[in-house]
């Protein structure tokens, strides 16, 4: 059963930007906190970002801060994840999630796309 789907991912200079998308189909996500984390080859997954059902309130890693932006249209019941002013280090399979609950402070997930590649190129 296909659980979320992302797509946007890419290859990209350094300095370039990517807008990152995930759906969810047959699922409702709007009662639902969201969050993108990120695998590099050899490293382990890490929080990229999140955001709550009503899109007032986002968390970032301090990594990314500054140049990524979570957003969310729950009548299209997907989540964006805009990345501006890229490095080599974002290089990564990003995947999205969606929380147990409405708040990103509930660290529990309880389903997860395949995700989609960005390689930075330097």
């Known amino acids: 059963q296909v659980q979320l789907v992302e797509s946007g991912g890419g290859l990209v200079q350094a300095g370039g930007s990517l807008r990152l998308s995930c759906v969810a189909p047959?699922?409702?996500?709007?009662?639902?906190?969201m969050g993108w984390f990120r695998q590099a080859p050899g490293k382990e997954r890490e929080f990229v970002s999140c955001?709550?059902?009503?899109?007032?309130?986002?968390a970032y890693a301090d990594s990314v801060k500054g140049r990524f932006t979570i957003s969310r249209d729950n009548a299209k019941n997907t989540v964006y994840l805009q990345m501006n002013s890229l490095k080599p280090e974002d290089t990564a399979v990003y995947s999205c999630t969606g929380y147990y609950g409405a708040s990103c402070s509930v660290k529990k997930y309880d389903y997860w796309g395949q995700g989609t590649q960005v390689t930075v190129s330097s």
């Open positions: 047959g699922r409702t996500i709007s009662t639902r906190a």
């Open positions: 955001i709550n059902w009503t899109g007032g309130t986002t």
